[in-house]
């Protein structure tokens, strides 16, 4: 691939000097090629400042060098969170990671068979670069020192190397990625792209800035290539800091949550030091016991004490300084206010040493006493007021479906009391008022199912004093659903987005192998042809967990499954998170990391929302525990009959058009839930409807005469009769070029119907040789008969 690459950029004509410039970058960023190309100037030394308050004597040559008093002002952790580290491109120094090929760690990945199958060039926090710069031999640390001990050094070198560190969500990533929803595969790191896409302004910034002259006809188009190619260089070490940064951002929270946070976790430590004295073994082995260097701290590292009591929750505070270290405020359906998390007792975990409900503030972190108080299973929702309407018709779907799980329903600040108000009549007036349709499935139904549908028991969880006020805007837009993932209350819960419809009992989605296996089921969207550029991939792929990581702390490598899946294959959309079922006790440091995904630029911009967050936080914190439902999003509703080409001949490929992704399970493919609520077209409120008319064209199954009827069927729960499973060979086979007028995608998006949300859905695709079959799932007629009772449930239809 990379070779394929360059020799089209050798063959390109494209001047010689370009090549050069834009080879050596894009190789010297992105490929497994030794860092002797780049000069590793260290002006640590020319930076010196003495200042009064140390014995400089006593300071290391680093510490003397990276004090600097003006830059510990710009990173003042302070209230005033506009200060923010400015990148400046000239004074970029790459972090020298050579480390990575001591000898030491060559011989721990083949004596603990650890392999790094990322097939990048190595990158490791900038943090351990000091660390063996202070340590240059590896064997002191991991010969002699365990776990904890490690954690500390890994703390005091941090705050060595700057006093007021902490991860600030408001910092600023500039990305230089080439966004354009069109065109994903465009990135901007080739010289060409980003010259292309840079052109109009650069030349702007040129004429202002360095041009001398009145006559811009003088213009040489060399003087103004070389402006560029210098802007290019200076693009790409704002993007290198960037990404670096970026990089250590995600180790600091890894490991934080990996020393501190575990511990109320025998098993995860026991794991770990189970793991450190199988390695100090292996480095006495090696080494020979005798000539095992001893380790010494630095004379800084000495005066950076770092153990004692409550140094968990000082280091928490600049790993999470958004957390106010407040627990959400509860609210019972019937108006009890609670300050601590609401006590159900529908289910017990088996294994829990310690005592639930209880929350001692600030006993230890606060994350800890967090995870002593989960208790139960249930279902957490997300709302503001917009919501509100789906949010009812879920609840009423809920208790059709029979749901006895508690609910809560999470949101910031100001849910209207009508609004609580709608919910609880929702929840808790008697439904025995059923739809007519649902004569014909009576027999499906329990005994008593007419006697009346369950309550639900609701609780109102505001987020509003969870999060500090200089931070919350960074969790507008998605970021309520992060915040609801972490301050529910349960251990485990099935999240659902507010427009989500389930044809499944809640509890039995708990009772799913997948789930048991994992403690965390996901499910993946729709396979549609967008790809990555191979340029993200290398950036997800450096914040894996590396061998050092590996080796100081036992983070698993992240081995075969999470990189051989469809996003690391290439394709741009791979989980939808509708539907999300975790195991909070079992897995809340993979749940923590995704707040921090949430405020990085260079990641916001490469995940559609938060939705690939999900996985990638338990990617990053190297837990591939992980399980996916096997199917892709399947489109439901009813293919259209006897679909013909203009010369009469009946197509190959199956057509289904609406804008719902659906799922169905694995096992045996029965309808588990979907997207986008139960109305034909969600956005039947929106929707030009003489535009639609006008432009119907061949999509629906009948022909709309009227807007009156269009605006019915556009509002009537879709009709399910059948499941198209468009054919899915992985992220290299979604398209089928070919000139019978087969469809050549399988998930064609229509900007023009249902207010420009509209999808067809083929379950074929390619003709001859490139044809690809899926399936048409056909549901029975009582299956049938039971989604649309559900439907008209959702909807309120009498
Ligand atoms: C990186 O560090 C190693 C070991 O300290 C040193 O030998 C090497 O010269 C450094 N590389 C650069 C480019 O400075
Ligand atoms: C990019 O960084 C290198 C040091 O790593 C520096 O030598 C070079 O001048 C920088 N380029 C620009 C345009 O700032
Ligand atoms: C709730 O707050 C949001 C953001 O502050 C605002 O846009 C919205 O109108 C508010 N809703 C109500 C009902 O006050
Ligand atoms: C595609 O598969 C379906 C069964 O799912 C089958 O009925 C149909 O004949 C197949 N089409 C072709 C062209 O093989």
């Given at each position: 691939m990379k070779f394929s690459y360059y020799r089209f950029l050798l063959y390109s004509g494209v001047a010689a000097w370009t090549i050069l410039l834009n080879g050596y970058l894009f190789l010297y960023h992105y490929d497994n090629i030794a860092l002797s190309v780049k000069t590793f100037t260290n002006n640590v030394n020319s930076q010196q400042n003495n200042n009064g308050l140390y014995d400089s004597d006593k300071m290391d040559d680093k510490v003397k060098g990276d004090y600097n008093e003006e830059e510990n002002h710009k990173w003042a952790f302070s209230s005033d969170n506009n200060v923010l580290h400015k990148f400046n491109p000239h004074h970029y120094e790459p972090v020298n990671t050579s480390i990575v090929n001591h000898k030491t760690f060559d011989l721990y990945k083949m004596h603990a068979d650890v392999k790094d199958l990322r097939g990048i060039r190595p990158t490791i926090a900038t943090n351990y670069e000091t660390i063996f710069k202070n340590h240059p031999n590896p064997n002191t640390i991991l010969g002699n020192l365990d776990f904890k001990e490690r954690c500390s050094l890994y703390f005091q070198n941090l705050f060595i190397t700057d006093h007021n560190w902490y991860l600030n969500?408001?910092?600023?990533?500039?990305?230089?990625?080439?966004?354009?929803?069109?065109?994903?595969?465009?990135?901007?790191?080739?010289?060409?792209?980003?010259?292309?896409y840079n052109h109009d302004r650069l030349k702007q910034e040129y004429i202002d800035y360095e041009f001398e002259g009145d006559d811009q006809s003088t213009i040489?188009?060399?003087?103004?290539?070389?402006?560029?190619?210098?802007?290019?260089?200076?693009?790409?070490?704002?993007?290198?800091?960037?990404?670096?940064?970026?990089?250590?951002?995600?180790?600091?929270?890894?490991?934080?949550?990996?020393?501190?946070?575990?511990?109320?976790?025998?098993?995860?430590?026991?794991?770990?030091?189970?793991?450190?004295?199988?390695?100090?073994?292996?480095?006495?082995?090696?080494?020979?016991?005798?000539?095992?260097?001893?380790?010494?701290?630095?004379?800084?590292?000495?005066?950076?004490?770092?153990?004692?009591?409550?140094?968990?929750?000082?280091?928490?505070?600049?790993?999470?300084?958004?957390?106010?270290?407040?627990?959400?405020?509860?609210?019972?359906?019937?108006?009890?206010?609670?300050?601590?998390?609401?006590?159900?007792?529908?289910?017990?975990?088996?294994?829990?040493?310690?005592?639930?409900?209880?929350?001692?503030?600030?006993?230890?972190?606060?994350?800890?006493?967090?995870?002593?108080?989960?208790?139960?299973?249930?279902?957490?929702?997300?709302?503001?007021?917009?919501?509100?309407e789906n949010t009812l018709n879920l609840i009423r779907l809920l208790r059709a479906l029979g749901n006895r799980l508690p609910i809560q329903i999470v949101y910031y600040d100001n849910l209207s009391g009508s609004s609580k108000a709608k919910i609880v009549k929702a929840a808790r007036q008697s439904m025995r008022d059923f739809p007519a349709s649902m004569e014909k499935i009576r027999h499906l139904l329990p005994e008593d199912y007419d006697l009346g549908l369950p309550v639900q028991n609701i609780h109102f969880v505001n987020l509003f004093n969870v999060v500090r006020e200089q931070y919350i805007h960074k969790f507008e837009g998605y970021g309520n659903k992060l915040l609801a993932t972490i301050f529910n209350s349960f251990e485990e819960f099935i999240l659902l987005d507010s427009d989500v419809v389930l044809f499944k009992n809640p509890e039995w989605f708990f009772e799913t192998s997948k789930y048991k296996e994992g403690g965390a089921l996901f499910y993946k969207d729709r396979a549609t042809s967008d790809k990555r550029p191979e340029t993200d991939l290398f950036l997800l792929k450096s914040l894996l967990p590396n061998v050092i990581d590996n080796a100081m702390f036992g983070f698993p490598m992240v081995p075969e499954k999470t990189l051989k899946n469809d996003a690391f294959e290439g394709m741009y959309h791979f989980m939808e998170a509708g539907v999300v079922l975790l195991d909070k006790t079992r897995h809340l440091n993979s749940i923590l990391m995704l707040p921090q995904l949430y405020f990085m630029e260079p990641l916001m911009t490469r995940s559609h929302g938060d939705k690939e967050f999900f996985w990638l936080a338990f990617a990053f914190n190297g837990n591939e525990e992980y399980v996916f439902n096997d199917y892709r999003a399947v489109a439901v509703g009813e293919v259209k009959p006897d679909r013909r080409k203009d010369n009469g001949e009946l197509y190959l490929a199956q057509q289904l058009c609406n804008s719902h992704p659906a799922h169905i399970d694995d096992e045996d493919n029965s309808l588990l839930w979907l997207n986008s609520g139960f109305h034909f077209c969600g956005k039947y409120d929106l929707v030009d409807y003489e535009n639609d008319l006008h432009k119907q064209g061949n999509y629906y199954l009948?022909?709309?005469?009227?807007?009156?009827?269009?605006?019915?069927?556009?509002?009537?729960?879709?009709?399910?009769?059948?499941?198209?499973?468009?054919?899915?060979?992985?992220?290299?086979?979604?398209?089928?070029?070919?000139?019978?007028?087969?469809?050549?995608?399988?998930?064609?998006?229509?900007?023009?119907?249902?207010?420009?949300?509209?999808?067809?859905?083929?379950?074929?695709?390619?003709?001859?040789?490139?044809?690809?079959?899926?399936?048409?799932?056909?549901?029975?007629?009582?299956?049938?008969?039971?989604?649309?009772?559900?439907?008209?449930?959702?909807?309120?239809?009498?």
């Open positions: 969500p408001n910092e600023e990533l500039p990305v230089g990625r080439y966004v354009n929803p069109y065109d994903i595969e465009l990135a901007e790191f080739e010289y060409s792209n980003w010259k292309f040489t188009d060399a003087e103004l290539e070389k402006f560029m190619m210098r802007k290019f260089e200076e693009f790409w070490n704002t993007t290198l800091q960037v990404e670096q940064k970026t990089l250590d951002s995600i180790s600091h929270l890894r490991i934080f949550n990996k020393c501190f946070l575990s511990n109320s976790d025998p098993k995860q430590s026991e794991k770990a030091n189970q793991l450190i004295r199988d390695q100090k073994e292996l480095i006495q082995t090696i080494q020979g016991k005798d000539y095992l260097p001893s380790f010494e701290f630095t004379e800084s590292e000495k005066m950076a004490k770092l153990d004692s009591y409550g140094v968990c929750s000082s280091l928490e505070k600049r790993i999470y300084p958004w957390l106010s270290f407040q627990l959400p405020v509860f609210e019972k359906w019937s108006g009890e206010i609670e300050l601590t998390p609401p006590q159900y007792n529908n289910y017990h975990k088996k294994s829990k040493s310690f005592t639930t409900g209880t929350f001692h503030q600030m006993s230890d972190c606060f994350f800890n006493d967090m995870r002593k108080s989960l208790n139960g299973r249930g279902i957490v929702l997300t709302l503001g007021d917009v919501h509100v009948q022909t709309f005469e009227n807007q009156e009827d269009m605006r019915h069927y556009y509002y009537n729960p879709i009709n399910i009769r059948h499941a198209v499973v468009p054919p899915f060979s992985g992220a290299n086979y979604l398209k089928g070029p070919n000139k019978e007028g087969e469809p050549e995608i399988a998930w064609q998006m229509l900007h023009v119907l249902c207010h420009d949300y509209m999808w067809c859905t083929y379950s074929s695709i390619g003709y001859g040789d490139t044809f690809q079959n899926g399936t048409v799932i056909e549901f029975d007629e009582d299956q049938h008969s039971y989604f649309k009772y559900l439907g008209d449930i959702w909807v309120g239809l009498e």
